[in-house]
């Protein structure tokens, strides 16, 4: 299985980021496995955003909730992450990854390479 996001690199405060993660090798509708966002702020530990399972329900970390969405794709076999009105302290380099197992807060077993998302005036 490979994962891979991509998405723009720079936004402004206040805009929307939008990312997408495409999965190779694997159907993001077989049962039992979800599909999560996380992040990495420069020189700080990974924060899990959220996940989007293979039924299409979604979770949110509580913090993030009110501003991020998941969805998917299943035609393209993609999923995809919104951040809204975001500031400086949304910089971070997101990954995808896969969640295996019947509970959404499982281990991570496989990523992707990560994409750097600046936001800067």
């Known amino acids: 299985v490979q994962l891979q996001e991509w998405g723009p690199g720079l936004l402004k405060p206040s805009q929307t980021l939008s990312l997408t993660c495409a999965v190779y090798?694997?159907?993001?509708?077989?049962?039992?496995?979800?599909w999560s966002w996380i992040r990495q702020p420069p020189g700080k530990g990974l924060e899990w955003m959220g996940v989007?399972?293979?039924?299409?329900?979604?979770y949110y970390s509580p913090s993030l909730k009110s501003h991020t969405s998941i969805s998917r794709d299943t035609s393209k076999n993609q999923f995809s992450l919104q951040l809204s009105s975001v500031t400086p302290e949304d910089t971070a380099v997101y990954y995808c990854?896969?969640?295996?197992?019947?509970?959404?807060?499982?281990?991570?077993?496989?990523w992707g390479k990560g994409t750097l998302v600046t936001v800067s005036s």
């Open positions: 090798g694997g159907s993001i509708t077989t049962t039992y496995y979800y």
């Open positions: 990854a896969r969640v295996p197992g019947s509970y959404y807060r499982y281990g991570m077993d496989y």
């Open positions: 989007i399972g293979y039924s299409g329900s979604t």
